[in-house]
């Protein structure tokens, strides 16, 4: 049974960039909520997805937009890309909308380094 | 505003030592305070603590909660050398008017454990 999987694992973007970063959730989960971990920092929560919408969003930029499929896999997209984006990306699934959050099964994420 | 505060930032021991980690909150609408440890990469989730004063224990970690003076404290007996990683506490609120719950998170605190 396989968990969370996100892909790529490390990427490096110039500043100005466009990047998508890709994520499965684990079998049975069908909410994928994303988290910008900069270093040294707690997870700071991006958005969430649920039924191919977007549900929940955190205090980020419209520059940060996502997509979910229906078959419940989710894309985070990062345009204009700046240095302060350089943070791990972390995806983590759930089964619906209202999971506790000790259900969150989390991916080992997308390292991203903006130069 | 909402936060959550983590410590000590960082904590080297010996194999065989116990330790204390500290997380303190000041959150509005709580619900439920969550303890994740993360190595490399994915937080894993260790303990979800809701009511006041009832431990919760795996194995050689411990966890407790006090909801009057707004702390919980997580311990480590008897450490071993993989118990290195980030220990990540995080508190959940809710917003009854929206339905919705977030996640605060703490910095957390790096345990480095020492043959």
């Known amino acids: 049974d396989a968990g969370v999987t996100q892909s790529p694992t490390h990427l490096i973007k110039t500043r100005g960039q466009q990047v998508t970063l890709r994520c499965s959730p684990k079998s049975g989960h069908d909410t994928v909520s994303w988290y910008q971990q900069a270093l040294g920092q707690g997870p700071q929560f991006i958005f969430q997805?649920?039924?191919?919408?977007?549900?929940q969003r955190g205090n980020f930029p419209d520059r940060f937009s996502g997509h979910q499929y229906p078959n419940y896999s989710s894309e985070l997209n990062v345009n204009a890309l700046l240095l302060g984006d350089s943070a791990l990306y972390l995806c983590a699934s759930s089964r619906g909308q209202d999971a506790t959050n000790e259900k969150l099964f989390f991916g080992s994420g997308t390292q991203l380094s903006v130069l | 505003e909402d936060k959550v505060v983590q410590s000590p930032l960082s904590l080297v021991v010996h194999e065989g030592d116990t330790v204390t980690l500290n997380c303190s909150y000041e959150?509005?609408?709580?619900?439920?305070l969550l303890w994740y440890k993360q190595e490399k990469k994915a937080p894993t989730f260790l303990f979800m603590l809701t009511s006041s004063g009832i431990e919760k224990k795996s194995g050689r970690l411990s966890s407790i909660l006090d909801k009057k003076e707004l702390f919980s404290i997580l311990n480590i007996t008897a450490t071993q050398t993989g118990d290195s990683a980030v220990y990540l506490c995080?508190?959940?609120?809710?917003?009854?008017?929206?339905?919705?719950?977030?996640?605060?998170w703490g910095l957390g605190t790096s345990l480095a454990v020492n043959p």
């Open positions: 995080a508190v959940e609120a809710s917003f009854p008017v929206v339905n919705n719950r977030k996640l605060i």
């Open positions: 997805y649920y039924e191919e919408e977007e549900r």
């Open positions: 959150v509005t609408n709580f619900r439920s």
